[in-house]
């Protein structure tokens, strides 16, 4: 397999805040902002309450956290893997390209071996990302990036100054 | 356990040693252990250096940016310096209930006598005793004006919850220390009208934190550009200030705090906060913690956003009623209101950009929720 998957870390001040904290629909912006074409991005770990949620509790407030790009699948290949049980989620997943992982009522944290194996048993059993996955990039964010990452809920109030 | 060792006569290392009550040595480890940061990353932060010297014994500890210290006068003995892990240190002598604690540094260990006979390891670096670096002996500092102690806990009881907890701005994360205290996210401010040094300086919270161990009311400063010592007579504290001074918007927040409000109510600050508890549970995630405050002429009512709960608090006072709408986050409402010390709450109301609440030389502004002319066009 020749296409490379890469993983991220989000950078700032010279700090590693990955996973990022962002909705889908930040994330989304943000991957525009800095990749010129991106076919579909797995998420892997979507957890509303840090310690799991189900998937009843997933609205666009939810925090992603971490991901990887993979560009050899398209989005709709990737939609009909894996299918989330709320109607309001799959709005937001296919707007942006989204995925989601189900499994019984959790959405779970996968490793990138995980979803090999997932893969594997659906797609095709010789299926690898094996030496194609390459070590993270880093991505350095700007102040504003940051902002707009981590504070999305203040963007209902103004500024006291 | 280790054997006792035997003593040997003209041998280089003394034993040397100390006995204290321990009552005393119980409060000076609890204080000492709160420097102690613990950061696996830097070992140094989990250690605690025991020192007499003239007869002074001082328990160093750090979490690398800055050091505690807390001193004692007074205790006889030969001088000696040693290092211990803080926290089994620490653990020990809170368990301890001997009326006395006796330590005894001998080559390599710290023996400890209280209920019982202990023999504390003393880390080393490859073989070499491990010393903890004193910042203050290269620091050449101006002697600025005292500060009280009762200064520091309105700062760290009513200041604290208006500190930025995000990154983005970094000054905000700090204390503005100069004409006034200033602590600020951008959303919510908090100003304390304590004059303190003629030049601000911007004072980390960890440092400030540490502060917190201090029981003199009068609390001696010496500062440069760079660098603060808080001392007392049985403590001593030294930081880092940080350097982004110049990016705290002081005149614009002064601004802010200026603000004019047309209208003031007076409340129980204990009914407040159980309406506000008990609306805040049917204030859900989709409201974005927002909650509706109406000034009617009955007082204050607070409702959740769906209608689902309702309740009115009555004025205790009111100056220039008028009929006000407002939306707040009632969570940061609730921790500003908790912040107060008093009986009663100021709450001045009538501006577009933020309710104010008022104590003594504390005035807090809370930012209003809602539309606004800007549209977010990414709003859910």
């Not at chain 2, 004025?315 to 209101?337: A, G, P, Q, R």
Request: hydrophobic content about 35%; overall charge negative.
């Amino acid at each position: 397999m020749a296409e490379k998957i890469r993983t991220f870390v989000l950078v700032y001040e010279n700090k590693i805040i990955s996973p990022p904290l962002v909705t889908i629909r930040e994330y989304a912006n943000w991957m525009e902002k800095y990749f010129d074409e991106y076919t579909c991005h797995l998420t892997l770990y979507i957890n509303a309450n840090k310690g799991g949620g189900t998937a009843a509790e997933w609205h666009p407030g939810t925090r992603i956290g971490q991901f990887f790009d993979h560009n050899r699948f398209s989005s709709s290949e990737l939609c009909s893997w894996f299918i989330p049980n709320s109607s309001k989620a799959m709005e937001q997943l296919e707007q942006h390209n989204f995925a989601v992982k189900r499994d019984g009522k959790m959405l779970r944290l996968y490793t990138i071996k995980q979803v090999e194996l997932y893969l594997k048993n659906t797609v095709d059993d010789k299926f690898t990302f094996g030496d194609n996955i390459v070590p993270p990039k880093q991505i350095v964010l700007s102040k504003e990036d940051y902002s707009s990452l981590i504070q999305p809920k203040q963007q209902v109030r103004k500024r006291l100054f | 356990m280790k054997k006792q060792l035997k003593t040997k006569p003209a041998k280089e290392k003394k034993k040397t040693g100390i006995e204290l009550e321990t009552v005393l040595f119980k409060d000076m480890v609890a204080r000492a252990r709160k420097g102690a940061s613990n950061n696996n990353i830097i070992p140094l932060t989990s250690m605690m250096a025991i020192e007499l010297k003239n007869n002074k014994l001082t328990l160093t500890t750090t979490d690398s940016k800055n050091y505690l210290y807390i001193i004692q006068d007074g205790i006889p003995g030969d001088d000696f310096y040693c290092v211990v892990i803080a926290d089994t240190f620490a653990q020990l002598v809170a368990k301890t209930t001997s009326e006395t604690i006796q330590l005894t540094f001998k080559d390599n260990y710290l023996e400890f006598v209280g209920n019982g006979k202990y023999s504390i390891e003393l880390p080393d670096d490859e073989g070499e005793m491990i010393e903890f670096p004193d910042p203050r002996e290269d620091a050449e500092l101006e002697t600025l004006e005292d500060i009280h102690l009762s200064t520091i806990r309105t700062i760290l009881n009513t200041v604290k919850p208006s500190l930025s907890v995000t990154m983005e701005e970094l000054c905000y994360t700090g204390y503005y220390c100069g004409g006034q205290i200033v602590a600020t996210d951008g959303y919510k401010m908090c100003n304390l009208d304590v004059q303190l040094w003629e030049e601000p300086k911007l004072i980390p919270p960890q440092l400030m934190d540490l502060l917190s161990v201090m029981t003199s009311e009068e609390i001696g400063v010496e500062a440069n550009e760079d660098t603060v010592i808080f001392s007392s007579p049985d403590c001593v504290v030294y930081g880092r200030t940080m350097d982004c001074i110049e990016d705290f918007a002081i005149d614009d927040i002064q601004e802010a705090i200026n603000t004019e409000y047309s209208s003031m109510c007076t409340v129980k600050k204990s009914s407040l906060l159980q309406v506000l508890d008990r609306i805040s549970l049917f204030v859900t995630k989709n409201d974005k913690d927002e909650a509706n405050f109406t000034f009617t002429d009955k007082g204050l009512q607070i409702n959740s956003k769906g209608l689902s709960g309702t309740e009115v608090i009555k004025y205790l006072e009111s100056e220039e009623f008028e009929d006000f709408t407002c939306i707040v986050d009632i969570k940061e409402f609730t921790n500003e209101v908790k912040a107060l010390t008093g009986d009663e709450v100021e709450i001045w109301y009538g501006s577009d950009s933020g309710i104010k609440l008022t104590e003594g030389n504390v005035t807090i502004v809370v930012a209003l929720s809602g539309e606004f002319e800007e549209d977010d066009e990414d709003e859910e």
